[in-house]
């Protein structure tokens, strides 16, 4: 091999068209292996829905049985379960496991490059590949590098408000295996995909979604993958066998962001002229005229210019050339709105009409882990006084990607406290130190910070520009307590300060996962910044 070739990523796997299992009575008195029970249910969904369908089960995971302890006891407490066809082979993989099997169940965290035990193997499936051959539902799919949470949960929340019996799954820790019997080719089903359960799915041809949404593209997991290429191509993959009959939704504007080395500054772009589909965009400004899709107008409403043809096949051909489908929301941040706005979008096409979708989407709350807001803490620093400050706690602990963090500083009208670091996963860090710069319109008003690799670099580039910050700390207890005494060192502040949790990193070592960290981070706040009664003052007399 040449030395350039040597630098070349190495060719993705390609699995073969189709699914081992034609239907799902296919899967009684097979010899199936579960790689990966993992915590977050998708291994334990897998298990449940084969051991119901007769397989005789193994399930492997490098992690131990006390580790995996909560998932097994659910499984074990269910007496509806053959649990004598199940067998768990923890601590560690063998390699039998995976040659005997029929077919072998991988957990999308798992690369294939590589892996032993997965070469070993006669067959390989996803729970995702699973659902998708035996389910007939119309599929909306979202992948993307930020917001793809946000995205599919409003999606969900306006299908349902509007009358559709829909479901939601996939890597929003939801496994669609839960909800397939529920399924019909009139139940709407909203995936959120990342970029390794695309991969899984590359050369079945299973994937074939009426409705594919691709969120901001900026450089994630590049401690996965070889370089930006790699990893786009894998999200490519989400439009790769729709038809002209479906419809991709796509990022119009420039964002340099999005770059990782590759010199392209619009994805939305290259994938507009790849795709089969009807292409529509969505901006931050008007979209030039001929181009289908939504902006926001300078007011922060969303306008949806579609083509005549669907108006007409939804009786709303009135004439006019454009709709506004989104006015004020209740969660905040500008890059949310862009996120709602795309969902109301899907029921724009979906045939909701405009006057419906602005009150269905100006409803929506937002998701847990997401720019939640859940606790507020008020504390007079002076009794004597009717001044009160209010300090109010946003979770936005799934932002795991440098651009989240800096976005979620710029998300309210004042200044924010922001808390972030973790976990390195070999992304360029500096979004964060420049939002703190001077850069941007809203600088944060304090930094602190949570122990951890990334956390490392984020503090160097915070030195380099003489921007101060407290920690880092190396657990949320240590962070919560000293953020409270700087608070209540602070004599005569009063108003209102807000408090977001955007870690721009992800939580390996700490925390078992992001979810875990925001709910950590949740139940830490309360316990220490709990609300006292205001003190009363004698009057002396």
């Known amino acids: 091999m040449s030395e350039e070739e040597k630098l070349l990523p190495p060719v993705p796997h390609v699995y073969p068209e189709g699914c081992f299992f034609k239907t799902p009575a296919d899967i009684a008195g097979k010899k ?12 334990e969904a897998t298990v449940r829905f084969l051991l119901r369908h007769g397989a005789y089960v193994t399930v492997t995971d490098m992690k131990s049985a006390k580790d995996l302890d909560e998932t097994i006891q659910s499984i074990e407490k269910d007496r509806s379960l053959d649990k004598t066809h199940l067998t768990y082979h923890l601590d560690g993989h063998i390699i039998e496991d995976f040659s005997e099997a029929d077919v072998v169940i ?39 590098s930020k917001g793809k949470s946000s995205t599919v949960s409003a999606i969900y929340y306006g299908l349902k408000k509007a009358g559709f019996k829909a479901f939601l799954g996939g890597n929003i ?3 669609p295996l839960t909800f397939l019997d529920q399924t019909s080719g009139t139940t709407p089903v909203v995936l959120e995909l ?56 796509l990022d119009f504007d420039d964002d340099p962001a999005a770059d990782g080395g590759t010199l392209i500054s619009n994805w939305g772009n290259i994938f507009a ?35 005549t043809e669907l108006l007409s096949s939804h009786s709303r051909n009135h004439g006019k050339e ?6 004020s929301l209740v969660v905040p941040g500008k890059h949310m709105r862009l996120n709602v706005l795309n969902a109301a979008l899907v029921l724009d096409i979906m045939g909701v009409a405009p006057s419906q979708i602005v009150d269905i989407v100006g409803s929506w709350t937002g998701i847990e882990h997401r720019l939640e807001f859940f606790h507020e803490w008020k504390w007079w ?24 963090a800096a976005e979620a500083t710029q998300a309210f009208r004042e200044p924010v406290i922001l808390i972030c670091g973790g976990t390195d996963k070999g992304l ?5 130190a420049n939002t703190v710069s001077s850069m941007c319109k809203i600088r944060p008003s304090a930094i602190f910070l949570l122990a951890g690799s990334a956390t490392d670099k984020i503090v160097t580039q915070l030195a380099e520009k003489n921007i101060h910050f407290f920690g880092p700390y190396p657990d949320l207890d240590k962070l919560l307590t000293s953020l409270k005494v700087e608070i209540e060192s602070k004599k005569g502040i009063f108003g209102q300060k807000i408090v977001v949790f955007s870690p721009g990193a992800t939580s390996f070592g700490m925390f078992k996962n992001e979810f875990d960290r925001g709910n950590q981070f949740k139940e830490k706040v309360k316990e220490i910044f709990v609300q006292e009664k205001r003190p009363v003052v004698k009057s002396g007399r």
């Open 194 to 249: 990342s970029s390794w359960q695309l991969a899984d799915l590359r050369g079945r041809k299973l994937l074939k979604p009426h409705i594919a949404i691709i969120t901001k593209i900026v450089p994630d997991h590049q401690n996965f993958y070889h370089s930006m290429l790699s990893y786009v191509a894998d999200k490519k993959l989400i439009y790769a066998d729709q038809t002209k009959d479906d419809y991709t939704i």
């Open 322 to 327: 454009t709709d506004t489908i989104m006015k």
């Open 381 to 404: 620093s002076n009794p004597n006084s009717s001044n009160t400050l209010k300090i109010r706690f946003y979770n936005d602990s799934a932002a795991t990607v440098p651009e989240a």
């Open 32 to 43: 199936v292996t579960v790689m990966g029970l993992g915590l977050n249910g998708g291994g």
């Open 273 to 307: 002229k790849e795709t089969k589909a009807k292409v529509f965009r969505y901006s931050k400004f008007r979209l030039p005229d001929g181009v289908m899709g939504v902006w926001q107008d300078r007011t922060g409403n969303g306008i949806a210019r579609l083509p």
């Open 428 to 432: 360029d860090l500096s979004p964060i």
């Open 106 to 144: 991988k957990n999308p965290g798992v690369k294939y490059d590589g892996n032993k035990y997965l070469a070993a193997a006669r067959a390989i499936e996803t729970d995702l590949s699973l659902f998708l051959q035996f389910t007939t539902a119309p599929i909306i799919a979202v992948t993307g």
């Open 173 to 175: 820790t939801v496994s």
